[in-house]
């Protein structure tokens, strides 16, 4: 396959800026990065990067930056994003749960998985986690769409066999079965990786949580998504249905399902043995700041998770989360981090659309980042795609004043470009 050098400006990491510092930005105002056989080969300036022959992209001035990596989704929810006016429980019994019941339905999951899909391209998005439904045929519609693609995504069949409709509850077995049996056919399959993924404490019996454990035990290599700590009353809930767990942690801990693998979503409310358990495993946390203001759930505790050293990921949260667009949720989680008196520097909410996103879904040594030997999945970002951004970025005296608007009010119009694999979506 020919090499193809895309010029513009880059911005890339060498290291998490929460740590060492905005100086981990590398930042080339006439850059470039080359594209072979769908992984990056070069990334540097334009100059060092030219040679004869070398097929050429010029972007002109837009900034070309790693695509964005959603690290909590359910993209069945894709159809009833934006539904007003619930908190936690009653927006799932609501709406969440009779929207998911019509994922049974193969075409139903298809042109659900499909559009959703072309969605994320649009707006910069080029790998997602993703919870499916109970169904299994949910799951196979999303992993086929996105092959069909070529992305990279994660996902795994949605496990529930209590305090659900009829129409969304397994069993302990039959969610064992179904997990494992989409395991073996879809994790490494080709770029899917599968996930497993029981909903919540609250809509499994210790029965289901024990048998996926088990699972996980037997595939320790894959990733084991779920949810804690979003909402108070949902904690109250969990302490009415485990009475004799130490905390909301422990009702995971207890069956096997808190590990180094482990992906916990929201965990805005963690105790100080929670806080201290997932430290020590090293599991990794996903802040879902549109969801966690839009059902107002409360406040993430960024500043410090990431003192800590917690591997933290950002998220839309489709559909309890009020965007598709990881620029959104990129401004959402500095207005919290606004809240939390710790505002967060353009180069952090960057690093942690992309970088830090495939940190925490162990990813980070393959995608996030614009380095040699990585995938070539990559947004070119244009930095003045309104006039009111233009007017602003026209000021702007460094690369972070440039950007930052656009990652306050840009929308997907300013993605220029989406590259998966080293091939522009949508061509």
Request: aromatic share 8%; net charge negative.
């Amino acid at each position: 396959m020919t090499a193809t050098l895309h010029l513009g400006q880059t911005l890339s990491f060498s290291d998490d800026p929460f740590h060492a510092g905005i100086d981990a930005a590398r930042h080339h105002r006439n850059g470039g990065i080359v594209v072979e056989n769908g992984k990056i080969a070069a990334v540097g300036s334009a100059d060092e990067l030219k040679r004869e022959g070398l097929a050429e992209v010029d972007h002109g001035d837009k900034l070309i930056v790693a695509g964005f990596v959603d690290a909590h989704v359910h993209y069945p929810q894709t159809a009833m994003i934006a539904s007003w006016g619930k908190r936690l429980i009653d927006w799932l019994n609501t709406y969440t749960f009779p929207e998911e019941s019509r994922f049974k339905d193969r075409a139903y999951a298809d042109d659900i998985a499909g559009r959703y899909l072309d969605i994320l391209l649009a707006n910069g998005t080029t790998t997602v986690c993703s919870y499916c439904t109970i169904h299994p045929e949910s799951v196979d519609a999303f992993f086929t769409a996105a092959e069909a693609r070529g992305m990279r995504v994660l996902a795994g069949k949605t496990c529930m066999d209590r305090n659900a409709p009829d129409t969304l509850r397994d069993t302990a077995q039959s969610a064992y079965d179904d997990s494992k049996r989409l395991l073996q056919h879809w994790h490494g399959r080709g770029r899917a990786s599968y996930v497993i993924t029981p909903r919540f404490s609250p809509t499994s019996t210790p029965e289901q949580l024990q048998a996926l454990g088990d699972l996980w035990a037997e595939h320790p290599d894959c990733l084991m998504q779920t949810h804690l700590s979003e909402q108070v009353d949902e904690i109250a809930w969990v302490k009415s249905l485990f009475p004799k767990a130490r905390d909301y942690l422990d009702t995971y801990e207890a069956f096997g399902l808190l590990g180094t693998n482990g992906l916990y979503g929201h965990a805005i409310y963690l105790e100080p043995r929670e806080h201290a358990r997932l430290s020590e495993v090293d599991a990794a946390l996903v802040h879902c700041p549109t969801s966690n203001t839009f059902i107002g759930s409360g406040l993430f505790d960024m500043g410090g998770l990431k003192r800590a050293g917690m591997r933290v990921g950002l998220a839309t949260d489709t559909g309890g989360g009020s965007s598709f667009s990881m620029l959104r949720t990129m401004a959402a989680a500095y207005e919290v981090g606004q809240l939390k008196d710790r505002p967060l520097h353009p180069a952090e909410l960057l690093w942690l659309a992309t970088q830090g996103s495939a940190r925490s879904l162990r990813l980070d040594d393959t995608i996030g980042n614009l380095a040699p030997g990585l995938e070539a999945d990559f947004v070119v970002l244009d930095l003045a795609s309104t006039p009111a951004i233009s007017q602003r970025s026209e000021r702007a005296d460094d690369i972070w004043e440039a950007l930052f608007p656009t990652i306050m009010m840009g929308d997907d119009r300013a993605i220029a470009a989406t590259y998966v694999a080293g091939a522009k979506a949508g061509a």
